[in-house]
Nanobody, 117 residues
Framework: QVQLVESGGGLVQAGGSLRLSCAASRVSFSIASMAWYRQVPGNERELVAR???????TYADSVKGRFTISRDNAKNTVHLQMSSLKPEDTAVYYCYANRQGPLIVYWGQGTQVTVSS
C-alpha cells in the first residue's frame, strides 16, 4: 500500500515562508499527478496546486504568484514552497498522488500550517 508522508508544516507569521514536502513510499508504479490540498474545519478540502508527471502545474487563484509546486519523479517526492503567507492560508495541508488505469488516489495524513497575523 502506497504511503504519503508530509513534513514541513508549522507556525509562521504573516509574510513568512514555509516549505512542505511529501514522500511517497512503497511505490511500484509511475505516479501520475501529485498535488497539495488544504482543508479548514467546516469547509471542503480544496486544491492548492497540482503537478503532472511531465511537470505541468495548476494553482488555485488564491495562491498564484505565492506558492510553487515541484516534484522529483525519481524520488517520488513533491514539494510546496509557500511565500508571502497570509492568515487565510491557515489549514491542514494534504499531499495527494494518483495512478491511472484505473484511477487510484492516495492521501497523506495532513500537516498543519498556521499563519499568525
Amino acid at each position: 500500500q502506497v504511503q504519503l508522508v508530509e513534513s514541513g508544516g508549522g507556525l509562521v507569521q504573516a509574510g513568512g515562508s514555509l516549505r512542505l514536502s511529501c514522500a511517497a513510499s512503497r511505490v511500484s508504479f509511475s505516479i501520475a499527478s501529485m498535488a497539495w490540498y488544504r482543508q479548514v474545519p467546516g469547509n471542503e478540502r480544496e486544491l492548492v496546486a497540482r503537478i503532472t508527471r511531465g511537470g505541468s502545474t495548476t494553482y488555485a487563484d488564491s495562491v498564484k504568484g505565492r506558492f510553487t509546486i515541484s516534484r522529483d519523479n525519481a524520488k517520488n517526492t513533491v514539494h510546496l514552497q509557500m511565500s508571502s503567507l497570509k492568515p487565510e492560508d491557515t489549514a491542514v495541508y494534504y499531499c495527494y498522488a494518483n495512478r491511472q488505469g484505473p484511477l487510484i488516489v492516495y492521501w497523506g495524513q495532513g500537516t498543519q500550517v498556521t499563519v499568525s497575523s
